[in-house]
């Protein structure tokens, strides 16, 4: 049982290049989520996915885009990267909605030159 | 909207020492509360929550207490470890849209022997 898993650990992207980060769960959850931790500011919601087949914007949406094709994946992309998107990225899963606590993933370091 | 806000480190402190750290939030509606923990090179972990008003959750030798006439999630523990070293996290899942959550800004302890 190996979790939240997210891939890659760590990428060095130019301005406007494009990636997409995976994040893979084992644990059959139904809600999957996007953040990305600044120094200072905590973690922000990216997207949401309350299912497969469904996403919902966070609270900084903005230059991404998500997929969830698959219950246990769900991919979080950067068409045109910016250096306003230094980052490090934590993928969440959870259960269901109300008082289940999220299960997070390692985190990826993405650098934007 | 809502937010949650915790005091700023880093906090250093002895062995056994006693341990609080602060976390007010504002919010509409009953949101729910929790503390998270990130150790270096790891994503976060769900420490406690609290789903109610005047909950208290527990674990560790953590604990938090969801204050509705004060808004705040003050975490404590009375005699701090070495081991406890890391970055708390104060979290507040919103009421009424159970997929929107808002973290502080992570308060960085060091405890040193």
């Known amino acids: 049982n190996a979790g939240v898993t997210q891939t890659p650990k760590f990428r060095v992207l130019k301005t406007g290049q494009s990636m997409t980060l995976l994040c893979a769960q084992d644990?059959?959850?139904?809600?999957m989520y996007w953040y990305r931790q600044d120094p200072g500011m905590g973690l922000r919601l990216i997207h949401y996915?309350?299912?497969?087949?469904?996403?919902a914007k966070g609270e900084v949406p903005d230059g991404y885009n998500v997929s969830r094709l698959k219950k246990q994946n769900f991919l979080l992309g950067l068409e045109s990267a910016a250096p306003s998107q230094t980052s490090v990225y934590f993928c969440?899963?959870?259960?269901?909605?109300?008082?289940?606590?999220?299960?997070f993933g390692p985190g990826t370091r993405l650098t934007v030159t | 909207g809502d937010s949650v806000t915790q005091m700023e480190g880093p906090v250093t402190l002895s062995e056994e020492a006693f341990l609080t750290i602060n976390c007010t939030y504002t919010a509409t509606g009953y949101p729910s509360l929790f503390w998270y923990v990130q150790y270096p090179g790891e994503g976060l972990q769900l420490l406690l929550k609290?789903?109610?008003?005047?909950d208290k959750g527990s674990n560790k030798g953590f604990e938090a207490t969801y204050r509705k006439e004060t808004t705040s999630f003050h975490l404590e523990k009375g005699s701090v470890q070495v081991s406890d070293s890391a970055v708390y996290f104060c979290a507040l899942r919103e009421g009424y849209n159970f997929n929107k959550f808002y973290f502080g800004s992570g308060t960085k302890l060091n405890v040193k022997p």
């Open positions: 969440a899963s959870s259960y269901g909605p109300s008082g289940y606590e999220q299960y």
């Open positions: 609290a789903t109610k008003a005047d």
């Open positions: 996915s309350v299912g497969e087949g469904t996403t």
């Open positions: 644990m059959n959850h139904e809600y």
